[in-house]
């Protein structure tokens, strides 16, 4: 592979006073293009379906979404990635990763994470914390979860000494619309930090450890060993109370609830649909 110099693929656009003069900060300009590849190796991960803490790219995987400085223009502060390698094949995964990597971090610019255009002010927003408003939200948050520390990496420069008020991403030759990052965008995030929503549907089984009455809450130990919280429906929280025994079996088909900004899929807390119950019965 050469490594020589070619199309832009993204612009980053620092936007401040006095910016058009001189440069950034060389700190934060680093912590900007770090927290951007980051992204990066994660939505590759996401799109090859690996996307767990801890997984990391081979030493190969890291050349397909690797980024360089490709160019530096004036007029505020403005700064081109392409890719590293120049490979056509490189090409390719970079212009199929860029467009996730663009809908995730739009995805806080617009401050529409969790619908279109969050507002906390908003009765009907507030009432999303309840789990039959969670079960109507996209089932797939995952990635802006875990993308959510890096991309407050990149909206803690703004507002510093440094003289940052927004930050631009600008992709070229990639039919995804331009946005901006301000201190909007820093409110938003602290707003939505842990909280719930729902993962992808699927069946899990534990035994049966503790009820909740009050809340319909059942404590269940998984075949690893953990222990999670499980929210029920009332007529089958009740069929558990009356029907199961301690470490009755029972097998769950629902959805797991995740934080946002926690960087897992290991499951603590499930949001059940239905259930079976499997021996050791009253």
């Known amino acids: 592979m050469s490594n020589k110099m070619n199309q832009t693929h993204l612009w980053i656009r620092f936007v401040g006073p006095g910016l058009d003069q001189r440069s950034v900060p060389i700190y934060d300009l680093a912590q900007v293009l770090i927290a951007i590849q980051r992204i990066h190796y994660k939505a590759y991960l996401y799109r090859e379906n690996r996307l767990l803490k801890g997984e990391k790219l081979s030493d190969d995987e890291r050349n397909l979404v690797a980024l360089q400085l490709s160019d530096?223009?004036?007029?505020?502060?403005?700064?081109?990635?392409?890719?590293?390698?120049?490979?056509?094949?490189?090409?390719?995964?970079?212009?199929?990763?860029?467009?996730?990597?663009?809908?995730?971090?739009?995805?806080?610019?617009?401050?529409?994470?969790?619908?279109?255009?969050d507002k906390e002010d908003d009765p009907k927003r507030k009432a999303e914390q309840s789990y039959l408003q969670l079960e109507k939200q996209e089932d797939d948050h995952l990635l802006e979860s875990f993308i959510y520390r890096d991309v407050k990496t990149i909206v803690t420069r703004i507002g510093g000494v440094s003289g940052i008020r927004i930050i631009g991403i600008i992709p070229e030759g990639i039919d995804y619309p331009a946005f901006e990052l301000d201190h909007s965008t820093k409110e938003y995030m602290k707003q939505i930090e842990r909280k719930k929503f729902l993962g992808h549907i699927q069946e899990i089984s534990g035994t049966l450890k503790s009820l909740h009455p009050a809340t319909y809450i059942v404590e269940v130990k998984l075949a690893t060993n953990k222990i999670i919280k499980v929210h029920l429906q009332s007529e089958d929280f009740e069929t558990i109370r009356y029907q199961a025994k301690k470490d009755t079996l029972i097998e769950m088909t629902g959805r797991p609830i995740y934080r946002m900004g926690v960087e897992t899929k290991e499951i603590s807390e499930f949001k059940a649909y239905s259930i079976g119950l499997i021996g050791n019965l009253i």
Request: net charge positive; no cysteine.
């Open 72 to 117: 530096r223009k004036r007029g505020s502060d403005n700064y081109g990635l392409n890719a590293f390698f120049s490979d056509p094949y490189v090409k390719t995964i970079i212009t199929a990763v860029l467009p996730i990597v663009l809908k995730s971090i739009g995805s806080f610019a617009y401050k529409s994470v969790f619908g279109n255009g």
